[in-house]
């Protein structure tokens, strides 16, 4: 069954983008395809669409870094500045990043960022924005956090009752102890 | 509890504590600076091994 | 050597994991203050939930199973064992309650990725993971790396009698000192000094390239942590390649071969004798080996004509080399770009590599240098007496730390367990062939796994088989503890059964 699928969902990734590819603006690809088939598509002008990740790594000559993650795989998009000023939302666990869709010429070892697999953006547009996404505490937690406490406070007031006991048996051994001394004395 | 597991042996560590000789962080920064040295010296040395490799073979 | 398992064995272990569950439910601390700080309340009731059920248990364990006795090397190395499968069930716990897994056994497989410095990771949605599990991810390399147990030792077991053998069994074998505990508080103190100046070091090449402070600090711990444990893991789905800054995987490599040196060898190094690199053994196997490998690499790439500069074979091959051959797993390149666009003869550079992995004592994995020399030297010692008349008598040694005489037991223990590395190896590679991976990949993957790599060709993911993650949770186990402390464990349980049986009989 799963070499089926897999088999299947291989012939989806050969046969989807030769459809689009057709058509006459850049065709869109995953991030996975650029990456799989990136001997075929090295130097091409392609579209990817994702996410924009953490945070756009700002360089000093004015062009900078964004990630963009589609699916389980991100990519390295290098692109001038006022294209990144675009980009309001980066994702990280508190914010949904905003959903980008760039342009640009796709490289497969970029000799100018020491052959790493790349895009160079000619063109960006904000498809979806994003928004913060704070968390939400789960009250399913709150109750196993209140009966697991209740548990190490029975087992920790156990261990202080008997530090107590102990240290007061020392004591009256102690009191014994010097009572007889007297006595002795 | 009783015997003493979390953090409890602060007490004697510190009377044994002997005072920090000027030596010890100067062999730790010389120990720490020369392991780095090493670390360089080899990447140098797998960088000429591999310009050796990259221009012989990809001219 | 094996024998009856008893009831005091059993107390015993238990006693010991109790204490190092309740030292690992105080780690969590750091994770949580995090989360606060951050405001991730909802990471903060996974770890405090965390806390709470290490330290029930710990506490249990501590008062039902009182002993007051050292335990023996039998026990130990049982101790060594058992507490890693505690300690990932208990570690487990903010994991499984972050909702980032899609079943327990992916957050199992991900915890002994951790704990064995592996850094195969089966996460998802690795970039919206909040800081306070990312922060646990990588302290739990870190810890792991310098054992669990070495950690107890250090800040909580008082009575250390026993203690050196529990470090004997977790493959750390090699005594700083004569005192135990000094022995683990120096191991702490070289990681923790490497710690801050690495982490000062990444997070200033991090910022210059354009993160913000906060979290240059941040991705400068983990990513030195995963890079020092020789672990791999890193916050962002693209790894290293994520921060497209030459300067930050410079030093990611150097932290890399500095984890992978034995902690004797740091030690000698750290008290006034820095020679000692240049003589030592597994210095010297180790240069050659990353020296072929490297080779390898260059020459495959380059025929391949893929790269067409000098940086470009740098930052994506050699990098790779240095990473798979001290056994971290960190890549600035693609899994996939392996599996389509390696020349066969730099794919085989990066296996072999792997296999042979850093040195013993060192959170590296794979055969280790000094096995590797120790064996070449006995192959030419052997060599030597079969060719010189049988009158002669000769000796032959290496250095390691001082000058040690070659002994057959040693060539024998080192073959034995080298042996052992590429049973295991072939056994992932079978199971994963029979999954339905290519060989290629399989053996790629395998290798990765059983040498506590984390290199990935893209078989490790939330999708692969059940029966191959356990295999690979094994194979990471078995790896790392060096085989003889888990054969302990399952050959006495084994007994233990058996005899259980015949009594049952009777």
Request: charged share 15%; glycine share 8%; aromatic share 12%.
């Amino acid at each position: 069954m799963r070499r089926y699928i897999a088999i299947l969902t291989l012939a989806i990734i050969v046969l989807v983008p030769q459809t689009i590819f057709a058509s006459s603006s850049p065709p869109v690809y995953s991030v996975t395809d650029l990456i799989t088939k990136a001997p075929e598509l090295d130097g091409k002008t392609v579209t990817v669409r994702g996410e924009a990740i953490t945070e756009a790594l700002e360089r000093n000559n004015g062009y900078s870094w964004v990630n963009i993650l589609d699916g389980p795989s991100a990519i390295g998009v290098w692109m001038k500045n006022d294209l990144k000023d675009q980009i309001k939302n980066y994702g990280t666990n508190l914010v949904k990043g905003d959903i980008v869709e760039i342009t640009g010429k796709f490289f497969r070892n970029d000799p100018e960022a020491d052959g790493e697999l790349d895009l160079r953006a000619d063109s960006l547009k904000v498809v979806e924005s994003g928004y913060p996404t704070p968390e939400k505490i789960n009250p399913l937690k709150v109750i196993v956090l209140a009966i697991l406490s209740l548990v190490a406070l029975l087992l920790f007031a156990d261990n202080i009752y008997k530090n107590k006991k102990k240290t007061q048996e020392k004591k009256e051994d102690f009191e014994i102890e010097n009572a007889i001394h007297e006595e002795l004395e | 509890m009783q015997d003493g597991l979390i953090f409890n042996n602060n007490g004697n560590q510190s009377e044994k504590k002997p005072a920090i000789k000027n030596g010890v962080i100067k062999n730790v920064v010389v120990g720490f600076s020369s392991e780095v040295l090493f670390a360089l010296c080899l990447f140098a040395w797998l960088v000429i091994l591999t310009a050796i490799f990259f221009f012989v073979l990809s001219s | 050597m094996l024998r009856k398992l008893t009831k005091f064995d059993f107390k015993i272990t238990m006693y010991y994991t109790g204490k190092i569950i309740l030292g690992l439910a105080f780690t969590m601390v750091i994770p949580l203050i995090i989360a606060l700080i951050y405001k991730e309340f909802d990471s903060a009731m996974d770890f405090i939930i965390g806390i709470l059920s290490s330290v029930i248990f710990g506490l249990a364990c501590m008062k039902f199973m009182k002993t007051d006795k050292p335990p023996n090397l039998f026990q130990s190395m049982i101790i060594a064992a058992f507490s890693w499968i505690f300690a990932c069930a208990f570690c487990s716990i903010p994991y499984y309650l972050s909702g980032h897994f899609e079943s327990y056994l992916d957050v199992y497989f991900d915890l002994m990725s951790a704990f064995t410095t592996t850094g195969l990771a089966l996460i998802k949605n690795v970039d919206h993971v909040s800081n306070a599990l990312n922060m646990w991810r990588h302290m739990l390399t870190y810890i792991g790396g310098q054992g669990i147990v070495v950690l107890a030792l250090a800040f909580l077991i008082r009575n250390t009698g026993g203690a050196y053998k529990i470090m004997v069994g977790e493959a750390k074998d090699e005594s700083l000192e004569p005192s135990i505990t000094k022995t683990a508080q120096n191991i702490w103190i070289i990681s923790l000094v490497s710690l801050f100046v690495g982490t000062t070091m990444a997070a200033i090449a991090a910022y210059y390239d354009g993160l913000s402070w906060d979290r240059s600090i941040l991705h400068g711990s983990w990513m030195f942590m995963s890079a020092w444990s020789t672990g791999g893991f890193a916050p962002c789905t693209q790894n290293l390649s994520f921060y497209h800054s030459y300067a930050f995987e410079i030093i990611m490599c150097l932290y890399m071969v500095m984890g992978s040196f034995n902690f004797a060898l740091h030690y000698v190094v750290w008290k006034g004798n820095p020679k000692e690199l240049l003589r030592n053994i597994e210095i010297k196997t180790f240069v050659v080996t990353l020296s072929i490998t490297t080779i390898f690499v260059a020459w495959g790439l380059s025929a391949a004509g893929i790269f067409t500069n000098l940086n470009s074979v740098l930052r994506r091959g050699i990098l790779l080399v240095i990473s798979a051959h001290t056994g971290t797993g960190q890549m600035a390149v693609y899994a996939n770009q392996l599996v389509h666009s390696w020349q066969p003869l730099a794919y085989m550079g990066i296996c072999i590599a792997m296999m042979l992995g850093g040195s013993a004592a060192s959170t590296a994995g794979g055969f280790k240098a000094l096995r590797i020399g120790i064996f070449f030297k006995g192959l030419i010692h052997e060599t030597k007496r079969l060719i010189l008349p049988e009158s002669a008598v000769f000796k032959m040694t290496f250095h390691h730390i001082k000058d040690q005489i070659i002994e057959s037991g040693m060539v024998k223990m080192a073959g034995l367990i080298i042996l052992c590395y590429c049973f295991i190896y072939l056994f992932g590679t079978v199971v994963g062939v029979a999954c339905g991976y290519p060989l290629g990949q399989a053996t790629f993957e395998s290798i990765s796994a059983g040498a506590n790599v984390g290199l990935t060709m893209g078989v490790v993911s939330p999708s692969m088989p059940a029966i191959l993650k356990i295999t690979y949770i094994i194979t990471m186990w078995l790896g790392r503890l060096e085989f003889l402390s888990i054969f302990v464990l399952v050959g006495s349980v084994g007994l233990a059964i058996g005899q259980a049986f015949k009594g049952g009989r009777k």
